[in-house]
């Protein structure tokens, strides 16, 4: 069975510092990965998406960027974080962008 | 920027009532998908709609996918407490690789 590991769960991080978040999908070839950020209450951010290794498309300028150097691992980092970019992430995998869309279990990121 | 607009953005109601949800857009979809989500976790689908105008039922929730496949709804029927979460429609606009998430409807339903 497929399963998606996403770390950490949460995560508190000073002004200007970097950001590492880390996702891993088991159980499966070539899928379709997402990142998204959340803020309380409100509909899921597409950040970035990629179809396969190396590949990656942009949604939203920012200080955000993302990287899949293996079939089924994708990477979210930030060099210098932003109060702005506090919010709950998460990472996504399907089959294709019109298939179920499964999540792991998010990231609480406080900026401070 | 392709959005998926959804309507209304909270709703708190009584256990029994009825209850619709909307999900609109300007652009065409494949298809559209309902979650739910749970505070603290990643959402949960409920169905996918794929073709226009059909109309797929799961327990007391009833969802639509619109004649030009740009919107669709979801009722709930004798809303019961355990329906209360975040419900998030979401779909590929047509020919895209990118899946993104409708704008969300609180539900919260009181015994």
Redesign the interface.
């Not at chain 1, 209450?41 to 597409?46: K, P």
């Not at chain 1, 294709?96 to 998010?106: L, M, R, W």
């Not at chain 2, 603290?40 to 689908?45: F, K, M, Q, R």
């Given at each position: 069975s497929q399963t998606i590991h996403q770390w950490p769960a949460t995560l508190v991080q000073p002004v200007g510092s970097p950001l590492s978040l880390e996702c891993t999908v088991e159980g499966t070839s070539n899928p379709?990965l997402?990142w998204?950020r959340q803020a309380a209450?409100?509909?899921?951010?597409?950040l970035f998406?990629s179809?396969g290794i190396g590949q990656i498309?942009s949604?939203v300028p920012q200080n955000l960027s993302a990287s899949r150097p293996q079939d089924r691992q994708f990477i979210l980092s930030s060099k210098k974080l932003l109060l702005s970019d506090s919010g709950f992430y998460?990472c996504?995998w399907?089959v294709?962008?019109?298939?179920?869309?499964?999540?792991?279990?998010?990231t609480?990121l406080t900026v401070v | 920027t392709q959005l998926?607009e959804?309507s209304p953005q909270f709703l708190s109601i009584q256990e029994g009532e009825n209850l619709t949800v909307y999900c609109n857009s300007s652009s065409v979809f494949?298809?559209l998908?309902w979650y739910r989500q749970e505070p603290?976790?990643?959402?949960?689908?409920l169905v996918?709609v794929v073709t226009g105008g059909e109309v797929k039922k799961l327990k007391r929730l009833t969802f639509q996918f619109g004649d030009a496949r740009k919107d669709s709804s979801l009722h709930i029927t004798a809303a019961q407490p355990g329906d209360t979460g975040?419900y998030?429609c979401?779909?590929?606009p047509y020919n895209?690789?990118?899946?993104?998430?409708?704008?969300?409807t609180?539900l919260q339903v009181f015994p």
């Open positions: 379709n997402y998204y209450g409100r509909g899921l951010q597409l998406y179809v498309s949604e998460l996504a399907s294709s962008a019109n298939t179920e869309a499964f999540f792991g279990q998010g609480r | 998926l959804q494949s298809s998908q603290g976790e990643g959402p949960v689908l996918t975040l998030l979401a779909g590929a895209t690789d990118k899946l993104i998430f409708g704008t969300g609180r």
